[in-house]
Every structure is written in structure tokens, then in C-alpha cells.
């Protein structure tokens, strides 16, 4: 089992940057894949990014893909999300995630959830 907790929220304005951290806490926190993902006021939740275990493999949703980037340091058990040229869309509660034998977009395969953080950007 793998308790996570996000860090890194915050209120910018259009084209800034934030970095989301993901930790993790456990010794398996290496064998899962992890996510972000997030969901805005009346929207559903929806994919983000999502990393392998490595880290060599990445997956983007196409409205962040180019501004966001996510990895992974397994040493310190933690997962990041840097996001720049931010967008008054992208404002939503970031949640990270962690799945243990798959590899996807889809929320439904992800185990493990933290509480989210707040990123909101301002136009």
C-alpha cells in the first residue's frame, strides 16, 4: 500500500509555472505507475499525465502535452509535475495517483489517491 500526498498548488496568473510534487510513502512506491490527473468545478475528473515505474515511458493528455512534463525521482519516492505557460483552463484540483500493474490514461486502473491540491490561474 502507498499513501500519497501532493504539494505545490498555488495561484498564478496566464503563462506562469507551477511543480506539483507527489509523495509517496512505502518501499513499493518504485513498482507503480503514477499519475496526475484532475478535475475542475462541474467537470469531471480527467487525465493528466501518467509515468512507468522507470520513468522511461510518459503519457500526456493532448491539452497539456508540450506545457507539462512528468517525472519521477524513485529515491525519494516522489513523483512531479512541472507545468508552464500555464492557462486560465487548466485550473482544476490536481490529484496524483498510483497503479499497480498497468500503465494507462483511464482513472479506473489507479489504486491509490491523494487528497489533490488547488491550482488555480488567473487570466
Known amino acids: 500500500q502507498v499513501h500519497l500526498v501532493e504539494s505545490g498548488g498555488g495561484l498564478v496568473q496566464a503563462g506562469a509555472f507551477l511543480r506539483l510534487s507527489c509523495a509517496g510513502s512505502?518501499?513499493?512506491?518504485?513498482?507503480?505507475?503514477m499519475g496526475w490527473f484532475r478535475q475542475a468545478p462541474g467537470k469531471e475528473r480527467e487525465f493528466v499525465a501518467a509515468?512507468?515505474?522507470?520513468?522511461?515511458?510518459?503519457l500526456y493528455a493532448d491539452s497539456v502535452k508540450g506545457r507539462f512534463t512528468i517525472s519521477r525521482d524513485n529515491a525519494k519516492n516522489t513523483a512531479y509535475l512541472q507545468m508552464n505557460s500555464l492557462k486560465p483552463e487548466d485550473t482544476a484540483v490536481y490529484y496524483c495517483?498510483?497503479?499497480?500493474?498497468?500503465?494507462?490514461?483511464?482513472?479506473?486502473?489507479?489504486?491509490?489517491w491523494g487528497q489533490g491540491t488547488q491550482v488555480t490561474v488567473s487570466s
Open positions: 509515468i512507468s515505474w522507470s520513468g522511461d515511458s510518459t
Open positions: 495517483a498510483a497503479a499497480i500493474n498497468t500503465f494507462t490514461t483511464s482513472d479506473l486502473a489507479y489504486d491509490y
Open positions: 512505502g518501499r513499493t512506491f518504485v513498482t507503480y505507475v
